[in-house]
């Protein structure tokens, strides 16, 4: 080493090396300024090196010893270039339109890791506000069913091949070609058109295609209510009604808070008028139905009138009104008059044995309430009963409260029964050459004397696009699979003033393609270069020639495009129609026609007549039957849970309990109590119906509060290949339909008798109530269901807490003093309608398992969240009450002190946790359980339903990644969705703020439509949760047990009329 | 009849030499097994097999086959055991607490009732076991150090079961073995074969019956008298804390305790009359257990019925007068509701039949004793089937009110919980005295010592 290398000089920097004064000093200290500000060796952690490497080197040993028994559950892919807009474990949430049924409710879309989880309403949707029903919570399941159609299949009679687009795309474009040379129908079979994109794409289908006929049907369809409208107002479009304005609702037939019209809307406008801080406001419902519908649960006055009846009834109280009582201020002709003046209201309540008082008050409240009482027929009412309930709210003014901005939206009629019927004739004639089911299932849907099914036989080609194998894609001759709705693009105006958009969530699961994309491809007429993204494509282009251009919106198409899609919706201020005036000429002309000549004061048909039981030992032949000419009525209604029957096939729907009788996995035929006796049948006996040539065996269920003489059978089950869950559940009441009244679903022609037989109903709740008398009204004598009424409350705002037994808080032990934080609930009965939402809502959110029929038979269903339904008063025509059962996070939980495992334990913010892991299962808590809210594993149910169903890949995609998915033989229960409230505290940590009780929802809450549901810290004063705690109609329920619930209810006000006698 | 009541009656008929004992009592033990035997042993082993079947099916697929439901989280699983450990409470209660009020008679039975205490709670520790859902993790019921630092929840009864059957079990077990010692080395003496030499001297711990041996051995088994003593009682009242701790209408009630021992000594007895009464008869110990001791047995039945029957009547005036319409719901429920037939099946047995007793010669007339000890023990397990299923089918809210109907797998468990006891005690009558072989020396006529020679 030379010297100059010995001398070399390093430097650090310019500065060093021209050595100036500041770097020097630099120099000096080893650090930086401030560097070392924070360091200081006291603070350091003291394990000394030694012991640090001690631990390095055993965590290694750990690690590698750890690894060795890790299961491989196979491979995970980490994603190599991470989208923009997901951070994993982040959620993100897509605004959407949901399809299920013809509402077209705005959906909300969580998704994780791209993959949707859970459903929620569009908060910004101005219809369905941020709630969603049951159907639109579950359709998740029906993404991920495993037995979705994946492939594009080919064949006939039922005998099906995997095929590939591209040849099935050749041969239907042949075909197409050739019927529209030959100038063969083309038919294109769909439900009611929502889209107007849709709408355009069928227009521009039949361009092409000049053949092409589109064909629309419904099986719950409102043509009635259309027709009614046309007849009264001149057009057919009905105007949305104004629920949250009516102080009184008379509801006719019409289960406007279960089923009919947006009842999530409708539900949550009726609840808001249901607020027990402001009594005085009350709305009051009036039922007069003669099936028990969850309207009828919910009415405040319920009059039992068959569905045949209800014409008869609108007359009488126009009659009252405008005759006896000269309230109104139009009058008729002398010839309408004479008629009208005929129907007396107090010899009809006579005949169908009503309560004359509460017919009275019912009067005086339409009359005191002019402009502000809505009078509502039910769908399955004929036309006349709506021609008179749209003069009856003429008569009181009530045309106030039709929403002058919304009305309902029509891109394309309904198709009549005629028409069907000629498409089905030139079906046999063998002048249809394609018939395409836009994903749709006539082959179930259509009434049976059609003879649709042998007709499609005559077609030669049938095309059924669907989700699943349904009746009509076994007769097709091609079976393509489509999207399901969170993989697909659309459009959808359910109403004036409103736009709604749908857009895919995940990408496609399956070798599936969009129902518009296919025929927007077969346009196209080439076989090759399908694009996914062609429906999407050709709704933007639509939307930014017709539709966009007409909103005169200021932003440039993109920018409002991807506004719109992250909004969901499209308000606009509509081109008011307006409502046309109302026709009385007309009216009064038709009023007049609609009289039938046999009536005469109450001894003509309308009379119901007593039924004579020829019984079994008279005449054998004879056996108990029942005919037309007794009175005896079948009405087909839709159901609360699968809709059409296209949730047929999704097992959480299937085991929502109806809301009425709580039964699951089946549909019935449903009498009253004095019907039962005449038939001498008990529940679950068959009966055998006969009826347009049909006969069904079908169990009967004696509903409490079921009109005399009339027979209620839910349509949508039934079905016979829905696949593993939804095949042969419950019984087929589509087959009683006829072409000739397929609307009306009321019959008079048919015969009921006594089969033989037995038949065991799944059922949530027994049926006390009927069978024991006397434990009718245990609920109000100990005191869980706890009510009153407006008037007293009113009367004396303290009625209750001075009625109410006082519990005594002793206790030998120390109580826990729960310090910061402590969760609870509050449930409002007032608002509560008993819908089942929030049960279906936590069954997503909690990866609740489906437990099948069986095990619901034994009792072993799995919701965490349950309504129960009791009864009291008479069977026949009884009061119902609803309430939400869920884990009450008691502070003195008698679950917890009698595990021996300390499975479940409480947490210091309240909650009473469920350590899975720990719990070996000795169900002692579940005994100790006084409200049973705890659900036990006793198989591995994602295994035992249906050999393993829910075991299937594609389910575990579903699944909440939040929420443990539990095993066989632990005990489960409401955890008052503690991933939200963990989500939340993380939240406030990460944001520096505390956390509030409003900072978390729970799912039920979240869902509830009715907003019956409050959730918060009890102990942040001035909230909400704190408020109703010490609210005056606030109780616990079994109180007395002194074990401190969390959970309060709010006692029930029933908005009496003061002049009814109880 | 003219008795003489200055001379204390023999508990040993017929003055049998010390010779005669021994030989009558081993000769199970010495002869070769005979085809009754093994139709008895393959009926039992048949039994335990099929038992054994369903609970392999259970333990493949989970409780659910089982008829418990929600609202009916115990039904046969602990029927069964709260049954089977109440069997166990005869055999301690003879040799323990009659042992130390000095009752001669209990030395012809003690042996064998104490044989079935360890079995039938064999029997009855099974059931905790296996009524869980998730039996392989059942060591977590235990308190051990762990690395999870977990630990047991000491207010919960079901962990007081644990400590209560385990130490019952091991105690009577200890009590069991220490008195057949003596009888081990008689037998080891006894046998020329090499096998069983081995075996017996192994498990007489070398004993010489030397005088110093005897005096040891009379203390330690006064002492294990007296530590089981208390144990008899505690068992069972702990075992109803399962149910007098929960707020359950109808297991919340603070007469269980008593009313439990009274029924379990209640069916205990039943059982080992109804199993001597054959055992006697077949291996001809009718001398060593006589009429005489079976009637006293009777006479035990009737007291301990009776205050099970008074037990019932109280449940009924306490719900009433608690004021409390669930209270007295739920017992009107049990006499008239779904369940009735159980209710008046266990009234009849356990209330009705046993006064029949107070007729002498029912009491010693053998078949009718055996036909009502039968009709004792259906009706204290039915007892525990009406406890336990009829108050948690209906509780607090009308809604959650559900139905309990038992599988064939639930059978098949209660069937194989028979096959399995049996199987113990027919094993142990050929491998072991069913009667104490010295204690029964002990109490023949001129046995004791005595200075005035034989009066006769």
Known sequence: MNSKEKNKRFWLSLDDLKNSLSFAKAKENEFAEGMTDNFNPEDMPSHSRRKFLALAGASAAFAATACTNYRDKGEIIPYNKKPDDLTIGTASYYASTCTGCSNGCGILIKTREGRPIKIDGNPDHPVNKGKICAAGQANILNLYDPERLKEPHSGANGKFKFDNWKNIDNKINVALNNASANNKEIAIITHSVLSPTQKKLFDDFKIKYPTTKIYSYELFDDRTRQSAWKQCYGESEFPVINWGDANVILSLESDILGKEGNFVEQIRLFAAKRNVDDAKNFNRLYVAEGGMSLTGMNSDHRLRIKPDAQFEFVMCLLNEILNVRKAGTISFGPLAKSKIEQYLLNEFAQKEKLSMSVLNSLVNDLISNKGKSIIYAGDILAEKVHVAVNLLNEVFGNNTLYNKERSSVKHLDLSANEEIEQLIGSMYSGNVGVVIHFDTNPVYHFAPDYGYSTALNKVPVVVTMCEHENETSLKSHFALPVHHNFESWGDFQTRTGLYSLQQPVIAPLYNTRQKESVLLHWLSGSVENYSEDGYHQYLMKNWEQYIYPQLSVASDFRTFWFAALNDGVVNYKSVVQGIGLFNYNKIENLIYSYWQPAYQHGKSNFTSPVISVVTAESDASKKSEFSESLGLVLMLTGNYTIGDGRFANNGWLQELPHPVSKVTWDNYAAISLNTSKQLNVKIGDNVDINANGKKMTIPVMIQPGMADNLVSIELGYGRKSAGTVGSNVGFDGIQFLSKKNSSAKLLKDFTLSKGSGKYKFASTQEHHAINEPEVMDYHKKRHIVQEGTVAAFIKNPDFFRESKPKAEDISIMNRVQYKGTKWAMAIDLNKCVGCGICVTACNVENNVPVVGKDQVMVGREMHWIRIDRYYSDSPVEPETSNQPILCMHCDDAPCENVCPVVATNHSPDGLNQMVYNRCVGTRYCSNNCPYKVRRFNFYNFRNHFEDGYYHKDSLSLMHNPEVTVRSRGVMEKCTFCVQRIMEARQEAIKNGVPLKGTDVKTACQEACPADAITFGDAHEKDSQIDYIRNHKLGYHVLEELNIKPNVTYIARLRNKATEVKS | ?456
Not at chain 2, 7 to 15: A, D, K, N, P
Not at chain 2, 34 to 43: C, F, G, Q, T, V
Not at chain 2, 351 to 377: A, E, Y
């Open chain 2, 1 to 456: 009849m003219s008795v003489d009541y200055s001379q204390e009656l023999s508990v040993i008929e017929g003055r049998p030499s010390f010779a005669d004992i021994t030989n009558v009592i081993s000769k199970p033990l010495e002869t070769k097994i005979n085809r009754k035997y093994y139709i008895a042993l393959s009926i039992s082993v048949a039994l335990l097999i099929w038992g054994a079947f369903c609970l392999g099916m259970t333990f493949l697929y989970g409780t659910g086959l089982w008829g418990n439901n929600n609202p009916v989280g115990w039904a046969f699983d602990i029927v069964n055991f709260v049954f089977w450990v109440g069997i166990g409470h005869a055999g301690t209660l003879i040799s323990a607490i009659l042992f130390l009020f000095r009752q001669k008679w209990r030395t012809g039975i003690a042996r064998f009732s104490e044989g079935m205490t360890i079995f039938a709670v064999m029997t009855a520790g099974l059931f905790p076991l296996i009524h869980v859902g998730r039996p392989w993790l059942d060591a977590w019921l235990f308190p051990y150090p762990n690395q999870n630092s977990l630990w047991v929840n000491f207010t919960s009864p079901l962990l007081w079961d644990v400590f209560a059957v385990s130490t019952y079990f091991t105690v009577s077990f200890i009590f069991w073995y220490v008195g057949l010692i003596p009888d081990f080395a008689s037998l080891r003496d006894r046998t020329v074969k090499k096998f069983k030499k081995v075996i017996y001297s192994i498990a007489s711990l070398g004993w010489r019956h030397s005088n110093r041996h005897w005096h040891h051995y009379e203390m330690v088994y006064l002492i294990l008298a007296g530590f089981a003593t208390p144990l008899v009682l505690s068992v069972h009242t702990i075992v109803s804390f399962d149910f007098a701790v929960s707020i359950l209408p109808g297991w919340h009630t603070t007469i269980f305790p008593p009313y439990f021992v009274a029924g379990a000594v209640f069916s205990g007895f039943a059982m080992v009359q109804n199993v001597l009464i054959i055992v006697r008869k077949v291996f001809n110990y009718e001398h060593i257990i006589t009429l005489d001791t079976l009637e006293r047995m009777n006479k035990i039945i009737i007291v301990t019925g009776s205050m099970v029957g008074y037990a019932y009547g109280m449940e009924f005036f306490i719900a009433w007068y608690s004021g409390n319409p669930i209270e007295v719901y739920t017992f009107v429920n049990r006499a008239f509701g779904d369940y009735a037939w159980a209710y008046w099946t266990m009234v009849s047995c356990n209330v009705l039949f046993p006064q029949l007793f107070w007729i002498k010669k029912i009491r010693r007339s053998i078949p009718i004793m055996f036909v009502l000890g039968v009709l004792v023990n259906v009706g204290m397990w039915f007892e525990r089937f009406v406890i336990i299923v009829t108050s948690l089918s209906r509780d607090y809210l009308p809604s959650s009110w559900g139905f309990y109907t038992p599988t064939l797998w639930d059978t098949g468990i209660l069937i194989g919980s028979f096959g399995f006891f049996f199987t113990w005690l027919l094993i142990f009558i050929k491998t072991m005295p069913v009667v104490s072989i010295a204690e029964v020396k002990a109490v023949i006529t001129g046995a004791q010592p005595t200075h005035h020679g034989d009066e006769k």
